[in-house]
């Protein structure tokens, strides 16, 4: 059973709840259920609308709706006695069937509901078309017009062209394998996929375990506080802040509620995103009449951010414009199935067998598969989600034969080696690889825990650690 599929049953459970439980509703709560119903119903109307090929109307009407569905869960939010989960619920199941109803009109998420076969024989879990980049409306306004190409964009498109264009194309080859998970997100709430796209290449390059200094994670970066306020953080041992259709999901959340509070202005959300809401929301209000690049505004800003928004927007003209400046995004086949592992394996060695052109498998399947680290051993049976090309590489090269004793072979040679201290005794050494956490390595090599292996090596919270890095194994098995 899917997540969504849950979340829908869930709504069943907690957007009608019996009368019994009805009469346990504070008197202030039930205005704020009633509109919640009110708005479900809306965009149910609104997606009617479309399937009669209403489109522009039925659109508009889920979006309004959608709105309205974020303004109540504020609203409960500051209520006591409030369940925001319901509007958690709500808002996933309309996601579903919004995605559900225009995955026919050659917008929007497609899930195949007959795939009845084996998992790796031949069945899409998930495809989209090319990228849509004609569809570029930011609250009813016309990207295009938003942007502004001042001398700020310009100078940082002019980067993107240059010695950043490398990032910026892998951020696009990332991004196309990710887009049938993240971009439904974003169309169902009504914001351009651009932004979702300058803010992706910007923040992660489209990695979905990249982590910042400062202790941001995911394809999106989000703060812990910020990610727990948006519905992310640690699930069953798992920090969903990694998962790109979450994160994805909390970024609307997060630029919904910007946009309602600061205007529309979209250079202040994408300031806000970087530098903090309360910082944006006062430079909003002390701007007066100002806009957001009246050096009065824009130099108040700390110099990462007023790096960071003229970053975003470049890159998002650069998604709807990439003829104009002779950037040729290449073609990215992210039509998506899964696979059943007929035998343990790691991603790192699934990674080997598989082989493959120019980079390979390894970031597509990370980033498709974030739950698992990558070193680890996956069971027997477990279904991966993986680019359509690989279930026929797989039974060829990974279930048996040479290239399945070697990718074998390689990982079990992966050691840490033995150096020599000042004091003469051994201390054992590891290479941290991509993917590595100081709790997977704790737990691989026996030591004492995370938080006394950053102690050892004198790490501070949120003891972040790059591939390449070499760590000292003190207290280790």
Same mark, same amino acid.
């Given at each position: 059973m899917s997540l969504r599929l849950i979340a829908a049953l869930a709504l069943l459970t907690l957007a009608l709840p019996p009368a019994a439980d009805a009469r346990r509703v504070p008197k202030r709560v039930e205005p704020i259920y009633e509109a919640l119903e009110a708005a479900s119903e809306s965009y149910r109307a609104g997606l009617a609308q479309v399937r009669a090929g209403e489109t522009a109307t039925g659109r508009e009407a889920m979006r309004q709706a959608s709105a309205a569905l974020m303004d109540g869960a504020r609203s409960c939010q500051a209520t006591r006695g409030c369940e925001v989960e319901r509007f958690i619920a709500a808002y996933d199941a309309l996601l579903q069937q919004g995605a559900s109803a225009l995955s026919g009109d050659g917008e929007g998420f497609a899930e195949t509901p007959e795939r009845t076969g084996a998992a790796g024989e031949g069945g899409v879990l998930a495809t989209m078309p090319a990228a849509g980049r004609s569809v570029a409306l930011l609250n009813g306004r016309d990207l295009r017009e938003v942007i502004e190409l001042n001398e700020p964009v310009r100078a940082a498109m002019a980067e993107w062209l240059t010695w950043m264009r490398p990032q910026l194309i892998t951020s696009w080859e990332n991004y196309q394998q990710m887009r049938f998970l993240m971009w439904p997100e974003y169309e169902?709430?009504?914001?351009?996929?651009?932004?979702?796209?300058?803010?992706?290449?910007?923040?992660?390059?489209?990695?979905?375990?990249?982590?910042?200094?400062?202790? %941001?994670?995911?394809?999106?970066?989000?703060?812990?506080?910020?990610g727990a306020r948006f519905g992310l953080g640690w699930r069953d041992g798992f920090d969903t802040r990694y998962d790109p259709q979450l994160a994805a999901r909390a970024s609307v959340l997060y630029f919904n509620e910007r946009f309602a509070e600061l205007g529309d202005e979209l250079e202040?959300?994408?300031?806000? *995103?970087?530098?903090?809401?309360?910082?944006?929301?006062?430079?909003?209000?002390?701007?007066?009449?100002?806009?957001?690049?009246?050096?009065?505004?824009?130099?108040?800003?700390?110099?990462?951010?007023?790096? *960071?928004?003229?970053?975003?927007?470049?890159?998002?003209?650069?998604?709807?414009?990439?003829?104009?400046y002779g950037l040729q995004f290449p073609a990215v086949d992210g039509a998506a199935t899964v696979l059943k592992l007929a035998a343990p394996a790691s991603i790192y060695q699934l990674s080997i067998c598989l082989g493959g052109p120019r980079e390979g498998y390894f970031r597509t399947l990370r980033n498709l598969?974030?739950? *698992?680290?990558?070193?680890?051993?996956?069971?027997?049976?477990?279904?991966?989600?993986?680019?359509?090309?690989?279930?026929?590489?797989y039974q060829r090269h990974c279930v048996d034969?040479?290239?399945?004793?070697?990718?074998?072979?390689?990982?079990?040679?992966?050691?840490?080696?033995?150096?020599?201290? %000042?004091?003469g005794?051994?201390?054992?050494? *590891?290479?941290?690889?991509?993917?590595?956490?100081?709790?997977?390595?704790?737990?691989?090599?026996?030591?004492?825990?995370?938080?006394?292996?950053?102690?050892?090596n004198g790490l501070r919270a949120p003891y972040v650690i790059r591939a390449g890095q070499t760590l000292r194994l003190v207290g280790c098995g």
């Amino acid at each position: 059973m899917s997540l969504r599929l849950i979340a829908a049953l869930a709504l069943l459970t907690l957007a009608l709840p019996p009368a019994a439980d009805a009469r346990r509703v504070p008197k202030r709560v039930e205005p704020i259920y009633e509109a919640l119903e009110a708005a479900s119903e809306s965009y149910r109307a609104g997606l009617a609308q479309v399937r009669a090929g209403e489109t522009a109307t039925g659109r508009e009407a889920m979006r309004q709706a959608s709105a309205a569905l974020m303004d109540g869960a504020r609203s409960c939010q500051a209520t006591r006695g409030c369940e925001v989960e319901r509007f958690i619920a709500a808002y996933d199941a309309l996601l579903q069937q919004g995605a559900s109803a225009l995955s026919g009109d050659g917008e929007g998420f497609a899930e195949t509901p007959e795939r009845t076969g084996a998992a790796g024989e031949g069945g899409v879990l998930a495809t989209m078309p090319a990228a849509g980049r004609s569809v570029a409306l930011l609250n009813g306004r016309d990207l295009r017009e938003v942007i502004e190409l001042n001398e700020p964009v310009r100078a940082a498109m002019a980067e993107w062209l240059t010695w950043m264009r490398p990032q910026l194309i892998t951020s696009w080859e990332n991004y196309q394998q990710m887009r049938f998970l993240m971009w439904p997100e974003y169309e169902q709430a009504g914001l351009p996929e651009a932004l979702l796209f300058g803010i992706l290449a910007k923040e992660s390059n489209g990695r979905v375990h990249a982590v910042s200094r400062a202790g %941001a994670a995911g394809p999106m970066q989000f703060m812990p506080a910020t990610g727990a306020r948006f519905g992310l953080g640690w699930r069953d041992g798992f920090d969903t802040r990694y998962d790109p259709q979450l994160a994805a999901r909390a970024s609307v959340l997060y630029f919904n509620e910007r946009f309602a509070e600061l205007g529309d202005e979209l250079e202040f959300a994408v300031a806000a *995103y970087n530098g903090g809401e309360g910082r944006a929301l006062r430079l909003k209000r002390a701007a007066g009449e100002k806009s957001f690049w009246h050096p009065d505004v824009y130099g108040q800003l700390p110099p990462e951010t007023r790096d *960071y928004v003229p970053y975003v927007l470049a890159a998002a003209w650069l998604f709807l414009h990439p003829e104009e400046y002779g950037l040729q995004f290449p073609a990215v086949d992210g039509a998506a199935t899964v696979l059943k592992l007929a035998a343990p394996a790691s991603i790192y060695q699934l990674s080997i067998c598989l082989g493959g052109p120019r980079e390979g498998y390894f970031r597509t399947l990370r980033n498709l598969n974030p739950r *698992y680290e990558p070193h680890v051993p996956i069971a027997a049976g477990t279904e991966l989600r993986v680019p359509v090309a690989v279930p026929p590489e797989y039974q060829r090269h990974c279930v048996d034969g040479p290239r399945a004793q070697l990718a074998a072979s390689l990982m079990a040679a992966s050691k840490p080696t033995a150096v020599a201290t %000042a004091t003469g005794g051994p201390t054992r050494t *590891y290479r941290v690889k991509a993917g590595d956490t100081l709790s997977s390595i704790s737990r691989r090599h026996r030591c004492d825990g995370a938080t006394a292996l950053a102690r050892a090596n004198g790490l501070r919270a949120p003891y972040v650690i790059r591939a390449g890095q070499t760590l000292r194994l003190v207290g280790c098995g």
